[in-house]
């Protein structure tokens, strides 16, 4: 459910994108800080996708969690993620909720597993949020009946 109706092109995920909002419980426990997500444009195994690296700090120590987003559907806005290494195991379909015009910040959906809950992430492309940036997505959430149920998290 992006902006346009035209399939959603894989670069306009591309880069490293700050964690702001969620209600997803791995952010607030409050003992990982500071998460991110950085995707970058790879083929595997014949299938162009995006190398999924979450980021974040547990201890004062730097952590991530790598994976493959695979597109499904024409639009490219829903995915399937599948970790790396031990990981490789676990799989998770995600998608695109909304994307800003702007492409400087988006809201994604991730269905429950047998590991983690169903939530939702917002993120975007800066650290710090303006105001007129944060009142946008504030709006966007109680648009979509999310807002009472969003948190939000600190961001260096």
Known sequence: MTQSDSPLNLQALEGTWYIHFSDFPMWLKGDKQYPTFTYTIRRRKGVVGLKDEV????????????????????????????????????????DIVYLDPAGTWAIIHFEKTLFTPEGYDVMARNGQLS????QEIQE?????GLLSRMKAIAQK
């Open 55 to 94: 980021r974040y700090l547990k201890n004062n120590k730097a952590k991530s969690i790598n994976g493959f987003d695979v597109p499904v559907g024409a639009g490219h806005e829903s995915f399937v993620w599948r970790g790396d290494g031990l990981l490789a195991l676990l799989k998770s379909k995600w």
């Open 140 to 144: 966007k959430l109680s648009e979509l």
């Open 131 to 134: 105001e007129k940036v944060r």
